[in-house]
């Protein structure tokens, strides 16, 4: 997979060409995008908490929402992981509290494999869709992982 930094304004506005980011064909439709650049320090947060990290997440100084072009299969593909991972990650917390209400006695260890499974399907959701990073003080943004043929066609943009 490649990378492409393209001018904010343009994801802004959604004027990038109609070739899908993750597979070089003819999109069909856009699908919303958020990147955020998190300060290089905020990853420390994490060994104090999730909640303090989120937060940071939540205040980071460069964020640049627009729209990508993608296939409908992508979008679809996308949403079942998410969703997956969503019902595994619930499945295995309500699992962890049943344990600890009840004072069961049967393992615990399939709410854990729940709830590693949850995350790993978040995990593949979002690495198998368009990922990015704000640059250059926020006025592109880098996008990663996308198909070499939506590079060749962002690169020959503007220029027929």
């Known amino acids: 997979m490649a990378q492409v930094t393209i001018p904010r304004d343009v994801i802004e506005r959604g004027e990038l060409p109609p070739v899908c980011a993750v597979t070089g064909q003819e999109a069909d439709g856009t699908v919303a995008v958020q990147f955020n650049a998190l300060p290089p320090w905020s990853w420390v947060l994490l060994l104090v908490g999730v909640i303090p990290f989120l937060v940071a997440n939540a205040l980071a100084p460069t964020r640049v929402e627009g729209r990508v072009p993608v296939?409908?299969?992508?979008?679809?593909r996308f949403d079942a992981r998410r969703g997956l991972g969503m019902v595994a990650?619930?499945?295995g917390g309500l699992g962890w509290i049943t344990t600890g209400l009840t004072d069961a006695t049967w393992p615990t260890w399939p709410f854990v494999l729940l709830t590693i499974a949850g995350i790993a399907a978040w995990v593949r959701a979002y690495r198998s869709f368009v990922d990015g990073q704000p640059v250059?003080?926020?006025?592109h943004v880098r996008l990663l992982g996308v198909h070499p043929g939506f590079?060749?066609?962002v690169s020959g943009h503007g220029r027929e």
């Open 151 to 153: 590079v060749a066609a």
């Open 89 to 91: 990650l619930l499945a």
């Open 136 to 139: 250059n003080g926020g006025t």
């Open 71 to 76: 296939v409908r299969p992508v979008v679809e």
